[in-house]
């Protein structure tokens, strides 16, 4: 599960990495460390067809499947996370899987020890300490009351690593940058590339115990 994660890079980390033009995004990207929470606005990359363009998009996390009638069952945490294996049986995992593919990029994610009376949180990085990006999927969703068009996502899980098993059975599904095409790219004629929802291995991240609790540590 992906229950909270955090960027500690400006915009431009950002551009390089994903192949982003360069735009002014303070507004996107602050300067500061951000932890992130569900239910908060937060940047995503797109793929615009037919140019294939990346953008950054401000949306929610969690999300609102278009077919919602109000948003009284989609609060807070309850679609933060979308299970790999059971997206294809789901259908408002279903378009968003061929039609609203997106990345979500971090500098790491917390993890909380499922046994663990004191909830200890580990802090999950890459080994070379760069950003990177974990699979999500998006959607558009308009409120009946007011007209209000909210774009929301969900980050996709998966199985937890050797790394990660000792802390947590799921993690999130990391898209490593030579795959960002293949996961971006929307093909109406083949399917989704299933073969990158699978568990980073274990000898590219790092897991830090961390010294104080993450803001608003305790999964809702």
């Known amino acids: 599960m992906c229950r909270r994660y955090y960027r500690s890079f400006h915009e431009s980390g950002m551009e390089a990495m994903a192949g982003l033009s360069a735009t002014d995004n303070s507004a996107i990207f602050p300067q500061e460390r951000c932890d992130v929470n569900p239910a908060t606005f937060q940047p995503v990359i797109l793929e615009i067809p037919p140019s294939r363009n990346r953008q950054l998009v401000t949306m929610r996390w969690g999300m609102i499947p278009r077919f919602a009638k109000s948003l009284t069952l989609f609060r807070g945490s309850a679609t933060m996370n979308a299970k790999a294996e059971t997206l294809s049986m789901r259908s408002m995992w279903l378009d968003p899987l061929y039609n609203g593919r997106c990345l979500v990029p971090v500098s790491g994610f917390y993890e909380w020890k499922d046994s663990d009376l004191d909830r200890k949180s580990y802090a999950v990085e890459m080994t070379n300490r760069k950003p990177f990006a974990l699979a999500a999927l998006w ?23 050797n790394l990660l098993d000792c802390v947590s059975t799921r993690m999130p ?6 795959n960002y095409d293949r996961w971006l790219t929307r093909d109406e004629k083949s399917n989704p ?10 000898e590219k991240m790092t897991l830090t115990e961390c010294e104080s609790q993450p803001l608003d540590h305790r999964p809702n």
């Open 139 to 161: 959607d558009s969703w308009k409120n009946p009351l007011n007209d209000q068009e909210i774009l929301s996502y969900s980050i996709i899980t998966t199985q937890s690593n």
């Open 173 to 178: 599904v990391i898209v490593e940058a030579c």
């Open 193 to 202: 590339p299933y073969d990158l929802l699978r568990p980073l291995a274990s």
